[in-house]
């Protein structure tokens, strides 16, 4: 039963797109358009050349802004503020979700590859301001992305966290895997189960998925 499988649980760790707002909404559309345009102005590329770029660093560094970073020496802070300045009318509050995260027992927190500014805007559009004892972006984990193992290691040791009684929600698989390794309770939250040895559980269903442990 879940509620057995996390009873060892006190700090909660969440991803943000598309963990805690359904993916059907389709914020990240935006953030990546405004991705591909930033790719194109600073390295004075095509579009298509700017989507190739994209798609390859993310798939070989984990983030677009990582591989800007690592190949062309990118400045990280202007463009964290320019991607995630988007409209977030797409979102809705959910007082269901916001029920189950408050009904958690322990520490509960937000870590995504987005800038904590965003996160915060996105929580506030959902409903869930106030829930979170913390929530941390890419500029607390030195810029480096999940799924880098590092990332994981420097908000948690920032956090003060026990991994050994963690457990860990995310959309992408990729970013379970570190924190497996580390002792975790790992949760793929996403509409297609993804099967891999460092999955312990999969739900397309968050609020569901957390009724089950309160």
């Given at each position: 039963m879940?509620?057995?499988a996390f009873s060892h649980v006190t700090t909660w760790v969440f991803d943000l797109d598309?963990?805690?707002?359904?993916?059907?909404?389709?914020?990240?559309?935006?953030?990546?358009?405004k991705m591909t345009q930033y790719v194109m102005d600073a390295l004075g590329v095509d579009r298509p050349k700017a989507d190739q770029l994209r798609k390859?660093?993310?798939a070989e560094y984990g983030t677009t802004l990582a591989g800007l970073m690592r190949v062309h020496d990118?400045?990280?802070?202007?463009?964290?503020?320019?991607?995630h300045d988007i409209s977030f009318d797409a979102l809705d509050p959910d007082p269901q979700l916001a029920a189950r995260i408050r009904a958690l027992p322990g520490r509960v927190i937000v870590f995504t590859n987005g800038t904590r500014p965003y996160a915060e805007q996105v929580i506030e559009a959902r409903g869930l301001s106030g829930l979170f004892d913390a929530v941390y972006g890419v500029e607390h984990a030195n810029f480096l992305p999940k799924p880098e193992r590092a990332a994981f290691e420097a908000v948690f040791q920032r956090d003060g966290i026990t991994t050994e009684t963690a457990a860990m929600f995310e959309d992408d698989p990729r970013n379970l895997q570190a924190p497996h390794e580390m002792g975790m309770k790992t949760v793929h939250v996403a509409p297609t189960p993804h099967e891999a040895d460092h999955i312990h559980h999969h739900t397309d269903d968050l609020t569901g998925f957390l009724k089950k442990l309160t």
């Open positions: 879940p509620r057995q598309n963990t805690l707002y359904p993916p059907q909404v389709r914020l990240f559309d935006q953030i990546e358009v390859k660093y993310w990118v400045d990280p802070g202007p463009y964290l503020t320019d991607v």
